[in-house]
């Protein structure tokens, strides 16, 4: 069993950055996908960005790109997301996922491993 363990969430004002961490406890695939979706109240969970472990290459939600960036550091099985000029839109609880989605990759059904979640909010 691989463990996901998130840190730093909180509370911003809006245009304000945050970043967060997710720890695995081992690796998990051979070539996986790790990153972070989150869950608004009444609304369903969402991709957000997620790295290949393997070749490093990045994907975004449009409503991210070029305000987010997701990075990995390989020896710590940890990956990042840095969050820039936040709005209220951004408020959710983030979750760390770990998989092997392939091609699936904003599908969260695809994910095997899920953190506990940390809450952002973002005031306005």
């Known amino acids: 069993q691989v463990q996901l363990v998130e840190s730093g969430g909180g509370l911003v004002q809006a245009g304000g950055s945050l970043r967060l961490s997710c720890a695995a406890s081992?690796?998990?695939?051979?070539?996986?996908?790790m990153g972070w979706f989150r869950q608004a109240p009444g609304k369903e969970r969402e991709f957000v960005a997620v790295?290949?472990?393997?070749?490093?290459?990045?994907y975004y939600a449009d409503s991210v790109k070029g305000r987010f960036t997701v990075s990995r550091e390989d020896a710590e099985n940890t990956v990042s997301l840095q969050m820039n000029s936040l709005t209220s839109e951004d408020t959710a609880v983030y979750y760390c996922a770990a998989g092997g989605p392939s091609n699936y990759y904003k599908d969260p059904q695809r994910y095997t491993y899920w953190g506990q979640g940390t809450q952002v909010t973002v005031s306005s």
């Open positions: 790295i290949r472990w393997n070749t490093g290459i990045e």
């Open positions: 081992r690796r998990t695939f051979t070539d996986y996908f």
